[in-house]
């Protein structure tokens, strides 16, 4: 629609022509600043902060649980070894067992003595020397040794304190000291007899650096170990070990073992995971993963959070757009309806003798205008031409081939042309196949003095008249509408009494798309006739207000004229 | 039926006979909105130049001024332009704008 036609609305015109570009209706939320920045990433950090802290809780969970398992097998393994070692004692201890049995059956006697002693002793012994005692009142004397010298001088007091402890307790003694060629351990061991009591004490050297190493399938073989004597685990107490760096700390079982009096405490380490390499790396499998996915889903959330923030983008402008278009559309149907009432005469001439009523009802479809018109004319002296037309269809084409036929059928009526006159010469200016319209066209000439309307129809519906006696719809000549083919058109005179009332009407005051044509003629005649006591203007109201249906698509225009003398 | 499923309104088919009769069905309501497919509709088979046009209104529910635009604009056209079998409502308004004798009613 030309920007010309907008001139009364100065408001309208400036919305038309100065469209404000929709990407400066909002500001971009990137532009707000730091809070902003937060709330644009705000997903995105709950995410990460999410996946955070679900990696941090599995490795942790994995870690603290392989943890848990180690020491656990440790324990375990470590119990083995106890087991191992507790197994092992009684090679120990039972020889020497069988050493006192065997004095204490043959009373001491030396050969046999010496006999048992050379299993014991030597390069396939397990003891460096033995010797036997006997228990006499209080003091314990020495029977027969065998073996290397003992280390410890058999004389001497702490020899004999030892073999003593022996005679009094009920396990084997077990004691350590360092003799000239290295530490050895000492044994002595009695049993409880009815005739005289015998001892055996052995010795037996420790390997010089304290190394033992173990066999390969024995319970050792996953561990490093270190073998104390006694309790504590200090570097004096040490008997055996397989490593070098002692005291043993980190991931590490401690087993005690009752060694005769004494006891073995031995502390096992892990040599490599004992739960397999593949659960140590758990923790960090699910470190890289956890990283890896938290990333990753960090990422998609901002492609999530920025394709959900253009989609909300889209649908406030397309709401934009909508609102915009719905005023634009508002703007064109009051441009349209502005249009169609100025082109409809607004003031229409005061004709003595004769009342007059319009009345103009657009139709309700969209924002086209109709083609309905109406013009009045007076030629002075008590004559006038009124004319009533609809061109078909609608829109701004329908709209000026309205104006032409209305401008046209006004000038030839003026020029004093004849009903038909006027219909034939409209006729020759439309052509139904250049234009896109024909329309039906109602003109009568009347004489107000003469009581007299001469009336020529082209397509249009007859008029109704009321005149005293009867009331009826004109029968006209009705031609072809005009613009369809250049025929000629028939005129038809009416007598108009006094207080006649003739009503000229476009079709779509009676036409309804189910019913037929003759119901609402029938309707209008009805209502013209309840209302033949009413001013002319009232008949007019009431006759539109009885006859509108709910929705017209069809304009209505409406025509009357009453003889008033 | 295709036209059923496209929601329209108003359509129009021809059939050409040997004698070079075109027979053109309307059906449905034809007013502005419906009246621009039915032109398309036609288009083929007025272009197939026949010598006389029949227009078969039966199956025609309603016509408005563009219905009337429709038939006009087919007997400017072509010479011999027949309406046959309006419903009763669709000749009335054929009647009212003095087009009934134009189209052999």
């Known amino acids: 629609?030309?920007?010309?036609?907008?001139?009364?609305?100065?408001?309208?015109?400036?919305?038309?022509?100065?469209?404000?570009?929709?990407?400066?209706?909002?500001?971009?939320?990137?532009?707000?600043?730091?809070?902003?920045?937060?709330?644009?990433?705000?997903?995105?950090?709950?995410?990460?902060?999410?996946?955070?802290?679900?990696?941090?809780?599995?490795?942790?969970?994995?870690?603290?649980?392989?943890?848990?398992?180690?020491?656990?097998?440790?324990?375990?393994?470590?119990?083995?070894?106890?087991?191992?070692?507790?197994?092992?004692?009684?090679?120990?201890?039972?020889?020497?067992?069988?050493?006192?049995?065997?004095?204490?059956?043959?009373?001491?006697?030396?050969?046999?003595?010496?006999?048992?002693?050379?299993?014991?002793?030597?390069?396939?012994?397990?003891?460096?020397?033995?010797?036997?005692?006997?228990?006499?009142?209080?003091?314990?004397?020495?029977?027969?040794?065998?073996?290397?010298?003992?280390?410890?001088?058999?004389?001497?007091?702490?020899?004999?304190?030892?073999?003593?402890?022996?005679?009094?307790?009920?396990?084997?003694?077990?004691?350590?000291?360092?003799?000239?060629?290295?530490?050895?351990?000492?044994?002595?061991?009695?049993?409880?007899?009815?005739?005289?009591?015998?001892?055996?004490?052995?010795?037996?050297?420790?390997?010089?650096?304290?190394?033992?190493?173990?066999?390969?399938?024995?319970?050792?073989?996953?561990?490093?170990?270190?073998?104390?004597?006694?309790?504590?685990?200090?570097?004096?107490?040490?008997?055996?070990?397989?490593?070098?760096?002692?005291?043993?700390?980190?991931?590490?079982?401690?087993?005690?073992?009752?060694?005769?009096?004494?006891?073995?405490?031995?502390?096992?380490?892990?040599?490599?995971?004992?739960?397999?390499?593949?659960?140590?790396?758990?923790?960090?499998?699910?470190?890289?993963?956890?990283?890896?996915?938290?990333?990753?889903?960090?990422?998609?959330?901002?492609?999530?959070?920025?394709?959900?923030?253009?989609?909300?983008?889209?649908?406030?402008?397309?709401?934009?757009?909508?609102?915009?278009?719905?005023?634009?559309?508002?703007?064109?149907?009051?441009?349209?309806?502005?249009?169609?009432?100025?082109?409809?005469?607004?003031?229409?001439?005061?004709?003595?003798?004769?009342?007059?009523?319009?009345?103009?009802?657009?139709?309700?479809?969209?924002?086209?205008?109709?083609?309905?018109?109406?013009?009045l004319v007076d030629l002075g002296d008590g004559r006038f031409v009124f004319v009533i037309g609809d061109v078909s269809g609608r829109g701004l084409s329908a709209a000026s081939t309205m104006a032409a036929l209305q401008f046209t059928s006004r000038a030839y009526a003026m020029d004093g042309n004849s009903p038909a006159e006027i219909l034939e010469k409209c006729s020759k200016q439309l052509d139904v196949d250049v234009d896109g319209h024909f329309a039906t066209v109602l003109v009568g000439s009347g004489d107000v003095k003469r009581h007299e309307v001469v009336l020529a129809n082209a397509g249009h519906l007859n008029p109704f008249l009321i005149d005293g006696e009867h009331a009826g719809f004109v029968p006209t000549q009705v031609g072809v509408p005009v613009g369809i083919s250049g025929e000629r058109y028939g005129s038809v005179p009416i007598s108009v009494p006094r207080d006649s009332t003739l009503i000229a009407f476009t079709d779509g005051l009676v036409e309804r798309r189910k019913e037929s044509l003759d119901t609402g003629l029938k309707r209008l005649a009805g209502a013209a006739l309840a209302q033949r006591g009413s001013s002319l203007n009232d008949m007019v109201s009431q006759i539109v207000i009885e006859l509108e249906g709910d929705v017209s698509e069809d304009d209505i225009a409406i025509l009357a004229v009453r003889w008033n003398e | 039926m295709a036209r059923i499923e496209d929601g329209r309104l108003a359509w129009a088919e021809g059939v050409l006979d040997d004698a070079g009769t075109l027979t053109i069905v309307l059906s449905g309501e034809i007013d502005i909105a419906s009246a621009d497919g039915v032109k398309r509709d036609m288009q083929p088979f007025l272009g197939a130049a026949p010598d006389r046009v029949v227009f078969d209104l039966q199956k025609l529910a309603f016509m408005d001024s563009s219905g009337i635009a429709l038939l006009v604009q087919t007997a400017n056209r072509f010479e011999a332009v027949e309406v046959r079998n309006p419903a009763p409502n669709v000749r009335r308004i054929l009647e009212a704008t003095g087009l009934a004798e134009k189209f052999g009613l």
Do not use: C
């Not at chain 1, 993963?289 to 901002?302: N, P, Q, Y």
């Open chain 1, 1 to 375: 629609m030309g920007v010309v036609l907008v001139n009364r609305d100065r408001g309208a015109s400036r919305h038309v022509v100065d469209a404000q570009p929709i990407s400066d209706a909002q500001p971009s939320e990137d532009s707000r600043g730091e809070a902003g920045a937060f709330r644009s990433h705000g997903a995105a950090l709950v995410v990460l902060a999410v996946g955070l802290v679900i990696t941090i809780g599995l490795v942790w969970t994995s870690w603290t649980l392989n943890n848990h398992n180690e020491l656990r097998l440790l324990n375990l393994q470590g119990q083995q070894v106890g087991t191992v070692l507790a197994a092992a004692i009684p090679s120990t201890q039972t020889p020497l067992e069988l050493g006192v049995e065997l004095a204490q059956a043959t009373n001491g006697d030396v050969g046999r003595f010496d006999q048992f002693a050379s299993s014991q002793v030597g390069p396939h012994g397990s003891f460096s020397s033995v010797s036997l005692w006997r228990l006499s009142g209080a003091d314990v004397q020495l029977v027969a040794s065998a073996g290397a010298s003992p280390q410890r001088t058999l004389g001497s007091a702490g020899t004999r304190s030892v073999i003593a402890r022996a005679f009094r307790i009920t396990t084997f003694v077990v004691t350590e000291f360092k003799g000239a060629r290295g530490n050895y351990l000492g044994f002595a061991t009695s049993l409880p007899g009815a005739g005289d009591r015998f001892a055996i004490y052995a010795e037996r050297p420790l390997p010089a650096d304290k190394r033992a190493s173990v066999a390969k399938n024995s319970a050792f073989s996953d561990l490093n170990y270190a073998i104390y004597l006694g309790r504590s685990v200090d570097q004096a107490s040490l008997l055996a070990t397989d490593i070098d760096q002692l005291p043993i700390d980190g991931r590490r079982a401690t087993v005690r073992v009752p060694f005769g009096d004494n006891t073995l405490t031995t502390v096992v380490t892990a040599r490599s995971p004992l739960a397999g390499a593949v659960t140590t790396w758990f923790p960090w499998i699910f470190a890289v993963f956890g990283v890896l996915l938290t990333i990753a889903a960090v990422w998609i959330t901002e492609r999530l959070v920025r394709r959900r923030r253009g989609a909300e983008r889209a649908e406030v402008e397309t709401r934009h757009l909508y609102d915009r278009l719905e005023t634009l559309y508002g703007q064109q149907r009051t441009i349209a309806e502005t249009l169609q009432k100025a082109l409809l005469p607004q003031v229409l001439p005061s004709i003595p003798g004769l009342e007059v009523a319009v009345q103009y009802l657009p139709g309700s479809t969209g924002v086209d205008i109709g083609g309905d018109w109406y013009s």
